[in-house]
């Protein structure tokens, strides 16, 4: 099983990115899908997930209105569109999947891409 991570990169306060992770050797379908974000010298924390089957979506307070997670079964990715970027977004953002549909528990997370850094400057 094979989750990789791309799009970050740096970006100015205001600005957008977009990432993507890309499943491969899993029934992406059956799989829910987190995006979690570590800065330096601070927790790992969810800031996004959506649900296997039902297509629901979670968002940390700190996203909400800023941040969209969308998923595309047919080709196994889940999308991460990320708006009005802040300084306080900078992080190593990693996808992960569970089937589990309880999305904000790390631990319950089967597979973990290996990150992605963005950086936003102010």
């Known amino acids: 099983v094979q989750l990789q991570a791309f799009g970050g990169g740096l970006v100015q306060a205001g600005g957008s990115l977009r990432l993507s992770c890309a499943a491969s050797?899993?029934?992406?379908?059956?799989?829910?899908m987190g995006w979690f974000r570590q800065a330096p010298g601070k927790d790992r924390e969810l800031v996004a997930g959506?649900?296997?089957?039902?297509?629901?979506?979670y968002y940390a307070d700190s996203v909400k209105g800023r941040f969209t997670a969308s998923r595309d079964n047919a080709n196994n990715t889940v999308y991460l569109q990320m708006n009005s970027l802040r300084p306080e977004d900078t992080a190593v953002y990693y996808c992960?999947?569970?089937?589990?549909?309880?999305?904000?528990?790390?631990?319950?997370?089967?597979?973990w891409g290996q990150g992605t850094q963005v950086t936003v400057s102010s």
């Open positions: 992960a999947a569970t089937v589990s549909l309880a999305l904000i528990r790390d631990d319950l997370y089967q597979y």
């Open positions: 959506i649900r296997r089957s039902v297509g629901s979506t």
């Open positions: 050797a899993i029934t992406f379908s059956s799989y829910s």
